[in-house]
């Protein structure tokens, strides 16, 4: 799985931006924001032994991978919930579940739904936007 995101000049900074992820940083240089987008989006998760890579595209492009897709998706679905401002028992309430754990799982990340329950949870957590999800060679 992997996150799209953008570097651009921005004065005497260039600033990354992960929108999936409602994140951003910068450094001095390109290279150094990609480094820093690299630290942020470790310093989000928190863990042990979680690492991303981040993969310079085309035009200021870039995609950040990692192979603990668990933690990814627990990622995206925690800081798409904060940008709504909303609990968990509020998605809870949403999903139509009793138990705000019942969703939590996700976000934790120890449970890894399917694409259906994905499309679910994202419309929970995130009901006014849409996310197009695409494969890449």
Known sequence: MRFQGKVYKDGKFWLAEIPMLDAMTQGYTKKEACVMVKDLIETLVNRPE???????IKRGA????????RVMISLMLRRQREKS???????AQRLGVQSRNAYARYEQGTSVPTLEKFDQLLKAVSPD???VMYQTQ
């Open 62 to 69: 870039f995609e950040v991978s990692s192979s603990d897709t």
């Open 50 to 56: 979680f690492s991303v890579e981040v993969h310079p």
């Open 129 to 131: 936007s849409d996310f």
């Open 85 to 91: 401002g909303l609990s968990l028992s509020e998605v």
